[in-house]
């Protein structure tokens, strides 16, 4: 996210940070090719940093072998199988 802020033309606002396919989409109110171009390789990198610890990781299907259902998550090794409520404490 911070290198996020950097490419943003001033005055611009974060309007939603979310996870979508297992990658950070970063949706703002400038919304020119050129912030466009800007958020993509930012928003790619994040495929190859784990959602929980920030440790170097890569894109995991978390759903039962051969079903197409699921969800896609970028974890490290050690939370690889990792349930969202386990990190909360729940």
Known sequence: MREALVVLPAGSEILQIKEKFGGLRILTNASSPDVRNALQPIEH?????????????HLWHDGDPGQPAGWLRTRCQEHAHTRILEVAGV
């Open 45 to 57: 990198r994040s495929l190859m940093v784990c959602e929980i610890c920030g440790a170097d990781g």
